[in-house]
């Protein structure tokens, strides 16, 4: 059984483009997260989102928004993609941080190459 | 703010000798938590352990062992009689008590075996 989810595995588009990755956990956690890795393998938080509150990265650009249909979902949506946005992107769950007190192992899924064109 | 350096890059060891990676971090916060994650060729992330900042005993699971030593901010692992299976980049990672649970990743170790 997979955990933690990502639809694209790969995804290759032109610059301008609009897309988007799906993730999905099965783990009942309450709390989801996109990271960032770039090319030299730094992996760098973007987001992170429970059913109370968005927390945004400030570096993050606002073409990025992710999108949570309900609590075992947060799709990561990308406008106007550009060359710079080419990374690989992890989605991560865990238990809520307050509920069940901060440190809470992340479970993260297999990541999505993005490249942009 | 925070900040997790591991300062080597690279490593290259023949199977079966140890390897020790480093990890040195600052945090403003009393309350945090250190991470190892793996991230082995294929890409996935692997978690391997985490400490609390109030649990300074050493830890060993098979042939993995960590160190934590709050007197230095260093949260070391060190891997003995190393296999060509341990070839990944590691990660350090911290979180905060006040920074939501968002991991905050050093720059990573890349680990090769050599048999």
């Known amino acids: 059984d997979t955990a933690v989810s990502q639809t694209p595995k790969y995804l290759v588009t032109q610059m301008g483009n609009d897309k988007s990755i799906k993730c999905e956990q099965n783990?009942?956690?309450?709390?989801m997260y996109w990271y960032k890795q770039d090319s030299k393998k730094f992996l760098k938080i973007m987001f992170s989102y429970n059913n109370k509150e968005l927390i945004i990265n400030e570096t993050v650009p606002n073409r990025f928004s992710p999108k949570s249909p309900d609590k075992a979902h947060l799709n990561l949506h990308i406008n106007s993609l550009e060359l710079g946005d080419s990374a690989v992107y992890f989605c991560?769950?865990?238990?809520?941080?307050?509920?069940?007190?901060?440190?809470?192992?992340?479970?993260f899924g297999p990541g999505t190459r993005l490249t942009v064109l | 703010a925070q900040k997790v350096t591991q300062a080597q890059t690279e490593i290259s060891v023949v199977e079966k000798e140890d390897v020790t990676l480093d990890c040195v971090y600052e945090?403003?916060?009393?309350?945090?938590?250190l991470f190892w994650y793996k991230q082995p060729p294929s890409g996935e992330l692997v978690f391997l352990i985490r400490?609390?900042?109030?649990?300074?005993q050493n830890e060993i699971s098979g042939r993995y062992s960590w160190n934590f030593q709050k007197s230095t901010s260093s949260f070391n692992f060190t891997i003995t009689a190393s296999q060509v299976v341990d070839s990944a980049v590691y990660f350090c990672a911290l979180s905060e008590e006040t920074g939501a649970n968002n991991l905050f990743f050093g720059t990573g170790t890349r680990l090769t075996v050599i048999p």
């Open positions: 400490r609390n900042s109030f649990d300074e």
């Open positions: 945090t403003r916060d009393t309350t945090y938590y």
């Open positions: 991560a769950s865990s238990q809520d941080p307050v509920a069940g007190g901060p440190g809470n192992e992340q479970f």
């Open positions: 783990l009942g956690h309450d709390t």
